[in-house]
């Protein structure tokens, strides 16, 4: 196999890490897998290798690589799930990228690098998995969100703290409208249409949105973008 390190411009890196360092602290798997389209891999690992001062948004941004190509299941198990030295089928599948990963990065810490990407990969995949629950039988849905390490419901900070009185706890319903709201109009934007459209996992961010899409209509929400908007501040409101 070519050498990918080789294929390594700087001009390349710096683009890149212009454009990670402009989506902020914390951009989401949406608006990584914009800008990391059509980049390798080493590309990618490059920018924190070269020492631009994003290493955060470098690794959220191998994180993003990885759920694309090893798009997040609520059923299997995932890559950021693995552990090192594991058997398990999808440790073997990886095993290939993080050898070059590894490579790229040339660091005595790679697991320590590795261990803050799994991190960073299960937070990016909380939208889609979140989504792909709704979209299970309601009586799947309990043992789905146990399974995945995820909460059904939210606890929002009180809203005055010296009050006494007790958190608000989002009303389940309520919390599922505006998570799959958000990603829904999202990756039905106008303007991310292209990019999905020349996107190298097209097929899966379309599968995304059909899941998205599909948990919505079970939630009696509405799907065209005003309305979606007003019922979603609706409900934020309460």
């Keep these: 196999m070519e050498n990918q390190t080789q294929t390594v411009t700087i001009e390349q890196v710096k683009s890149l ?21 059509g980049s390798t891999l080493i590309q990618i690992a490059a920018v924190n290798t070269h020492g631009e ?12 690589w990885f759920n694309e190509k090893y798009p997040p299941s609520v059923t299997e198990l995932n890559w950021f799930e693995t552990k090192h030295g594991d058997k398990t089928d999808m440790s073997k ?32 995949a909380k939208d889609s998995l979140l989504a792909q ?8 849905r309990e043992a789905a969100y146990l399974d995945n390490d995820l909460s059904p419901v939210e606890q929002q900070d009180k809203t005055d703290s010296g009050s ?17 709201g958000k990603l829904y ?14 996107h190298a996992k097209k097929k899966e961010l379309e599968a995304v949105l ?23 501040d609706s409900l934020a409101k309460r």
């Design 17 to 37: 890490a212009e454009q990670l360092g402009a989506l902020g602290r914390e951009p989401n798997q949406t608006e990584l897998s914009g800008v990391i389209a």
């Design 53 to 64: 001062n994003i290493i955060g948004s470098s690794e959220r941004a191998v994180a993003a």
């Design 93 to 124: 599948l990886i095993a290939g990228d993080k050898r070059e990963l590894y490579t790229a990065w040339g660091s005595l810490n790679n697991s320590t690098k590795f261990d803050r990407v799994q991190k960073h990969g299960k937070s990016l």
């Design 133 to 140: 629950i709704a979209a299970l039988p309601e009586d799947e």
């Design 164 to 180: 006494g009185k007790p958190s608000r706890t989002r009303d389940l319903y309520e919390r599922n409208v505006i998570e799959l």
């Design 185 to 198: 109009r999202t990756l039905n934007s106008a303007e991310n249409d292209p990019v999905i459209k020349a």
């Design 210 to 232: 059909l899941h998205v899409t599909n948990g919505l209509k079970a939630l009696g929400a509405p799907l065209e973008d005003s309305e979606l908007k007003k019922f979603m």
